[in-house]
């Protein structure tokens, strides 16, 4: 049985799409204030870049396939240079913000299961994540 060469290299795209998706979720929180003209040309910017990378990706690995060049070999070099270079911070904000996402899951099941009500301060409440996600930008 004989398999799609690039079945990895699709999966791997795949992957690499949903980390994006995932870090554009948390990108978007971070720019909601600014005005939707600005929003659409650093949305469009975003997915061209991760799209960019795809499809460099994509291009090289059938390069290298067909044949073996040192200047695909320096292209690699390249492209693993500009992975590094985007997807390591990608990486990290995923983490955070996959905590944060945690913290959040985590308390509303607790609201529901024990029915807590907040005491606190008069005003407006404020949770702890959206305290610390606000302190942390400014």
């Known amino acids: ?16 799409l949903l980390i994006d998706a995932y870090a554009y979720k948390g990108w978007k929180k971070l720019t909601w204030p600014l005005p939707a003209k600005w929003l659409r040309v650093l949305v469009g910017i975003y997915w061209l870049h991760s799209v960019a990378f795809i499809v460099s990706m994509l291009w090289l690995s059938y390069g290298y396939r ?59 409440p404020i949770d702890r994540a959206t305290f610390l996600t606000k302190t942390g930008l400014a």
């Open 1 to 16: 049985m004989r398999t799609f060469p690039y079945t990895s290299i699709a999966i791997l795209a795949l992957i690499l």
């Open 66 to 124: 067909s044949q073996y060049s040192p200047e695909l070999h320096i292209r690699a070099s390249y492209l693993f240079g500009w992975g590094l270079a985007t997807g390591i911070p990608k990486i990290i904000f995923i983490l955070f913000h996959g905590a944060e996402d945690l913290i959040h899951f985590l308390n509303t099941i607790s609201k529901k299961i024990f029915r807590t009500e907040s005491v606190g301060m008069p005003g407006v």
